[in-house]
């Protein structure tokens, strides 16, 4: 009988040694792999904002804590979850809303060689890169026909930027300025990323607030 018993024993070892290591590689991963925001019933964890840092490569800010930077990150991706929500049944991605973002995150990966050699780092294809991009290629668009070509510069703002701001800038740097009509197509582009973010913040604001979002890292709203 003790022979028997001793038998089982060994034979059912590797099983309770597999079963407890399977158990401490899922808890790692839940651990890892935290909650770190919630729009309504979506779900937002670390991983997809180490993933959004790497994968579009975010800068940090030479004098910004961790803490802080996944913040950033957080409400940004935060941002393009409520805007893919809210129009989801409005609108439909074709391959070429995609084109911007991937050629983007591409060149900032320096190659697609490197691009795909991160990719695997996180076990994804080419199908998942797509789908985590959805969401900001969503958001893009919606920015791009909601927003942005809503934003008007009149002549008299380009001027008064031009005198209040660009030639005294010049002189304090005693450098020769340009003329209004040379500086006039890149102070429009200024002044209209300007609006554009002023715009943006309210409507962000006021879209976010009809939604329950949940940010793990912040203040719940």
Do not use: C, H
């Amino acid at each position: 009988m003790y022979f028997k018993k001793l038998f089982f024993f060994f034979i059912l070892l590797p099983v309770l040694v597999t079963a407890k290591t399977t158990s401490v590689i899922e808890t790692d991963t839940i651990m890892l792999d935290k909650l770190a925001a919630t729009v309504n019933e979506e779900i937002i964890t670390y991983s997809d904002i180490e993933k959004a840092i790497r994968i579009f490569s975010i800068p940090q800010a030479e004098n910004q804590s961790d803490n802080d930077f996944y913040k950033q990150v957080l409400e940004d991706l935060i941002d393009y979850k409520v805007v893919a929500i809210e129009y989801k049944n409005d609108m439909v991605l074709e391959d070429e809303d995609y084109d911007l973002i991937q050629s983007s995150v591409i060149e900032k990966n320096g190659s697609l060689e490197r691009l795909n050699a991160l990719l695997r780092t996180y076990g994804m294809e080419w199908t998942d890169f797509k789908s985590f991009i959805r969401e900001k290629v969503a958001y893009e668009k919606v920015l791009d026909k909601l927003v942005k070509i809503k934003v008007s510069i009149p002549f008299s703002d380009i001027e008064n930027y031009y005198n209040t701001q660009y030639l005294p800038s010049q002189e304090n740097l005693g450098l020769q300025p340009k003329s209004l009509i040379e500086m006039s197509p890149e102070i429009e582009t200024y002044l209209r990323k300007e609006q554009t973010q002023q715009e943006l913040t309210g409507w962000l604001k006021q879209l976010r607030s009809s939604y329950k979002i949940e940010n793990k890292l912040g203040n719940e709203n």
